[in-house]
């Protein structure tokens, strides 16, 4: 007889399980304002890099396509380009998100010219449509290096990103510009 008010007592306890742990569980992470920021990026985009070295003329320039998507429910932009640098085929991959405690845009980057993963960090001034920001990884040599980037939304189609090295005595050198052109989407029918 004791079996009786052990099973009520173990159904019991598998029905409570859940409320329990929904409970004591924090809420979900939901995509706020400042994941507006980051759809405003999501598409399509033709790209034309120009790259600068410091006392020469700049170099031809060149083309890549870069596609931007949400992830993870809306909380972070997944960031792939696909183009051409310095002569060479050149790949990259970033995710973006936002970051409540330090109230800022953390991400990472990684692409087929440098030696592993760099991180980012950035503001967003809404009245300039700006986001400025760091970059700390290695380059191309393997060598720990820091740069400085803004990407200003010209409008809803054009973006146009610089990157900019820093001396050891605090000056700014423009290193890179791309030039960002939204691409028109294609339709359910395949018509643009």
């Known amino acids: 007889m004791t079996r009786t008010p052990t099973r009520l007592l173990i159904c019991l306890g598998l029905s409570l399980a859940p409320t329990l742990a929904a409970a004591q569980m924090p809420p979900m992470p939901t995509p706020g304002p400042e994941h507006a920021v980051l759809k405003e990026e999501v598409g399509t985009w033709d790209a034309t890099i120009e790259m600068m070295m410091p006392g020469a003329p700049a170099m031809p320039s060149s083309k890549g396509v870069e596609t931007d998507v949400l992830s993870c429910n809306g909380l972070c932009l997944v ?40 991180v980012t960090e950035a503001t967003h001034d809404a009245a300039t449509k700006t986001m400025t920001g760091w970059m700390e990884g290695p380059d191309m040599s393997g060598k720990v290096s820091k740069m400085k980037s803004t990407a200003v939304m010209k409008d809803a189609n054009t973006r146009v990103f610089s990157m900019y090295n820093v001396g050891a005595d605090g000056k700014e050198a423009l290193s890179m510009r791309i030039t960002y052109t939204r691409k028109k989407e294609a339709g359910p029918s395949g018509k643009q």
Request: net charge neutral.
């Open 79 to 118: 960031t792939d380009f696909k183009g051409e640098l310095m002569g060479a085929p050149f790949q990259g991959h970033g995710v973006s998100t936002w970051d409540p405690t330090k109230k800022k845009y953390v991400g990472s980057w990684t692409d087929s010219m440098s030696t592993g993963l760099s």
